[in-house]
Structures are given as C-alpha cells and as structure tokens.
C-alpha cells in the first residue's frame, strides 16, 4: 500500500533572486527603518527582537557586518498596523539601546523602493543596477550604428571588466592570506590539476608544456616540464584536456560574477591554454529567451579565461550554443595568434641587425682613450684613419669643388 501519492513535479527556478524593491506600493502604515550601530554581541537581534515586542510586522530584512570599521547595517521594512507605539517613538526606543550610531526612518506608502544602502563591491566599487536586456539593446544599436565594429565595443569592455575585478580580488586575497597564515604568495590556494611535485625544486609546480599520455596500464598522466629548473614533471591519472579549472581566485571570481547577476561561470581549457570554453548557467536573457547579442557577456568570458590562463593573446569567440530547457550557455574560444609573414620576419632580421651594429660602432667610438702620449697620437692616426675609409672620395670631391669657385681665366689682347 502507497501511503505517500507524489504529485507531478513542477517546474521552479532553484534559487531565491535578491529583488530590488517591494512587488507592489507599500500601505498607509509601512515604514522603513536604516540603521547603523556598533557591533556588540547579537546587535541586530536586539533591534529584531524590540520591533517584535511592539508587534511590528516585518516585511524584508537586510543586515551587514563590517569587520574591518567593527560596525553593524541594518535595513528593515516593517508594517506598523499593530504597533503600540508611533514611528517616532519606536524609533527611540532602539536608539535606547545604546550601541546605535544613527537611525533614520522613512513612510514607504505609495512607493516600491525605499532609500536603504546602495550595492557596492567589496566597500570599494559602487554598482549599478540595469536590466538584462540593456545591454543586448545597446549592442544592437551600435552595430546598427558602426556597423560590425560597433559591438566589438562592449566586448572589449567587458574584457577590461573582469580583468579590473580579477586584480581587485588578488590584492584582497592576497592580504586576507598574508595577514592569516603569512605562508601564501600566490592566491589559488587551491591547486589545479595542471600542478605536480617537482623533486629537483622540492615543491609544487605548474606543469608547462603539458602533453597527454596513456599508459600500458590504460592509465592517463600529463606530463611536461618544471618552469623553473627544466626538470621532468609528471601527474598520474590528470587529464590536460578540458581540465576544470579551480581555486581560490576563480572560486572569488565566479562568486563575484554570480552576485552582479551574470551568472553561474564554469571554465575549461585545452592543452596549454590555447582553446577553451565557458559554460554561463542562468545568464542575463532577453525576455528568457536566448543570449545572443550580449557582447558584453562574450567579453567577461573572455577576459575570464585570458587572466587565469595568463594567455599572451586576445582570446577569439568561435562558437556559441545557448540550451533553453538547461538554461545553460555554452561559449568556445581560442587564441588569437599573431601571423608574421616572411618579409615582416626579414625585416625584424635586419632591424636588430642593424642595430648591433649601430651599439658596436657606439661603443667604439665612445672608448676611453688612456693618458699616455704614444696611445694619443696612436688614437688620432686611428681616427684619421676612420675618416679616410668612411668616405674616400672626400678629398677628390672637395677639390673639384673648390676649382668650380674659382673664377675663369679672361684673356685681353692688346691692340
């Protein structure tokens, strides 16, 4: 006997959004209480607890610890229906309490969006908030505007972003580690799987030049070569090939991600970095349809990889798919190397040629002559001698000049 009858599984989004503003106007008796106060023992759950004893009906709740200014943010929208006291006086009452450093409320009747704390990232950078389809539209007026230039823009953009926010993220890894353990020069605490024991250097190193072998035992390795003293490195049982890149930087930088609303960001990359491909979960959509168009998107994903791969090129999109049902957008890229043709290499050639030469005469020419006699007059024949060979023609030259100048000969006859 089944004593348990499961419904038809429905279909829901598996998170919670972090809505900006209310879903509909607030009522005559909904107000909004901003506080900051400092942070003793279980602050916030005082004030909570002191709304709760005048039975304020809360609404939305935002608080915030900062560590570093040892102070407390607290946000509350409550519905003041069945409170005892009036705003004014429960707004005392929690100033009261002593620890309060200011405390300011406003009526929200009529309005969605009250005047709580701004978005900033990690209390350095303001943000923005804008719909998804903002920038899709923006792209598609610059290409109608330039042409096929105009959306190159916004993917240089985004490129530039989150190579600005992966720098922000290091330099704040880098001090929470130093400040903890002081054992830490690098931010990936995490080791990819592209690291192996080096036994010439006695520690970890990343495997360059890393190539996929099999063994007769069926077993996968990668193996390559120590950055440092050139020794053989090699990590059983690790595939080089679309390896999962993790650690510390790329876990903070696809929480970064996440949280501004560009989604859930997985990378994968080829042997030596020169392809690679990022799969967006729920990405920013026009009207939850597909992504296209989102350069901006494409140049995050890019950058993404170009930094952490430490590519020396711009990393090219080459294919893009986006799975509605999955919700999943999947982006391939590759390096964009250099072509340099056969006269552009012959011409390097000589430049630097033409540049040793140019440092050897320098430095000739530029010699200390010593103090003695012998050697001064030994120095002015060598000069003489330079000036000769540079140009011998000179003399001939500088006489037949001097024999156009002088005036000819008149003859006069006498009668």
Partial sequence: MNFFRFGPKEDYSAYYPNNVGTQRPGGRYYYEFLMIGKDVPNAPFVVINELLLHHARLLTIKSAIDEVRKEFTLAVLCNLNDCELEPKDLALRIRDKGFIISLEFFEMKGRMFGRSFPLTFHDKHRAVALHSSTLINLATHLAEEFGVDGPSFLYEEGRTYVREVIQDLKELLKKEQSEETGLY??????????????????????????????????????????????????????????????????????????????????????IKGRQGSVTILD???????????????????AGFLEAINGANNEMKLIGENYDRQSRILSLRFAERMP??????????????????????????????????????????????????????REPIQQGIALKQELPQEIVVQEN
Avoid: H
């Avoid at 799987?193 to 996929?212: G, H």
């Avoid at 990405?283 to 994903?301: K, R, V």
């Avoid at 056969?342 to 020419?365: G, L």
């Fill in 339 to 392: 072509i340099r043709t056969k006269q552009a290499r012959s011409k390097i050639k000589v430049s630097r040629e033409n540049k040793k030469i140019t440092r050897r005469e320098a430095a000739k020419d530029n010699a200390t002559p010593s103090s003695s006699p012998e050697s001064i007059e030994v120095d002015k024949i060598v000069q003489s001698l330079k000036k000769i060979e540079r140009d011998p």
């Fill in 185 to 270: 020069d690098s931010c990936d605490v995490g080791l990819p799987l592209d690291f192996a024991y080096c036994l010439k250097c006695k520690t970890m190193r990343e495997i360059q030049e890393p190539k996929q072998v099999i063994f007769k035992n069926k077993k996968s390795a990668t193996q390559g070569i120590c950055p440092v003293c050139e020794a053989k490195l090699c990590k059983i049982d690790s595939r080089a090939f679309n390896a999962m890149k993790t650690g510390s930087l790329i876990e903070n930088t696809q929480g970064f991600l996440l949280s501004a609303g560009w989604g859930t960001f997985q990378l994968r990359t080829e």
């Fill in 283 to 301: 990405p920013p959509t026009l009207d939850g349809d597909i992504s296209y168009g989102n350069q901006f998107l494409e140049g995050l994903a």
